[in-house]
């Protein structure tokens, strides 16, 4: 089950969205969390200040970042009038400027893959909107120059 963990406590202590209990992002939770807490150093650049909390996830490799601009259902679809799936794509190497993102994404269901691939390309790395066909988990594979991670995404019923 996924949990929103908030590090917003003295010395990033962390709790749980809401306080006290564990909530899901989706029906379908992922299996990566969306934390609330100060970026990793090397995806601070731009951020003021630069211990700003936001919510993002990590891949899985630890290689890349997704700040994502909600607290709450940070990835909705279908995406509200006035709305969109905003995604800063912050690699941790940028060895190769001027690649694009590769993402093949696909919807898990109880950690099983289901439906069609989808493929989506963020030119350069960086701001995106990525949207989905549909509410769940989605694990993205991304590529960008020679590296490669994954991550899980939650997509709430907007």
Partial sequence: M????????????????GGTAARPATADACASAV????LPVWARAGFSPP???????LGARGDIAAVLWARHDPLVMPTPPGRNNKILWVPKV???????LQITAQR?????????????TVAGVGPSIVDMPTPGCW????RWGRHTDTMDLPYSAG
Avoid: E, H, I, K
Avoid at 35 to 38: D, F, I, T
Avoid at 51 to 57: D, F, G, K, N, W
Avoid at 108 to 120: C, D
């Fill in 2 to 17: 996924t949990t929103w963990v908030l590090a917003d406590g003295p010395a990033g202590t962390q709790r749980t969205a």
């Fill in 35 to 38: 934390v609330y807490g100060s």
């Fill in 51 to 57: 211990s700003l909390a936001m919510p993002y996830v």
């Fill in 94 to 100: 940028w060895d190769s400027v001027g690649s694009n």
């Fill in 108 to 120: 898990l269901v109880g950690g099983t893959a289901v439906g069609p691939v989808q493929r989506r």
């Fill in 139 to 142: 694990q993205f594979t991304l």
